[in-house]
């Protein structure tokens, strides 16, 4: 199995207008509005079917199945990334993630926020980790990548 981990803000929807580049997809979820780039979503979608696994990896934490929803994407559910009310680190949650689903072959993490040392903790977990610019949020040229080492 393989998985995309996957953040909302400023990753999946970027954090200017700027990067919605052709037509935009707007949902409505509990937590806010979100735009994403219909092509971004049809290739998440394309990403599914092909056999990857999105697991969201946000602090929208269920408001992440309104979101796949709203995208019309299958949900796999998201990281609790919050340990007695406490937000831990990703790299953690997602280490801790892959230690109990063993099934997991490949795994990349996209974020908009990934500073050094949680890169090298999710490195040496066996992690493909990829910054995303918030400005631009994940694009056509991303998911190349993240298809190209998944699928």
Known sequence: MNVLFLDIDGTLTPLSSRGIVGTPWVVQASLGTITVNEEIRHRLRELQLRGVTIIW???????????????????????????????????????????????ITQSI?????????????????????MSIDPIIGLT???LDEIEQYLT
């Open 57 to 103: 990896t946000t602090l929208w934490e269920e408001a992440a199945e309104e979101v796949a929803e709203g995208l019309m994407l299958e949900y796999s559910g998201h990281l609790s990334l919050l340990i007695d009310g406490i937000p831990d680190f990703k790299s953690r949650c997602i280490e801790n993630y892959l230690k109990n689903h063993p099934e």
């Open 109 to 129: 993490w996209t974020d908009d926020h990934i500073e050094d040392d949680e890169k090298e903790y999710a490195e040496n977990a066996g992690v493909k980790v």
């Open 140 to 142: 056509v040229e991303d």
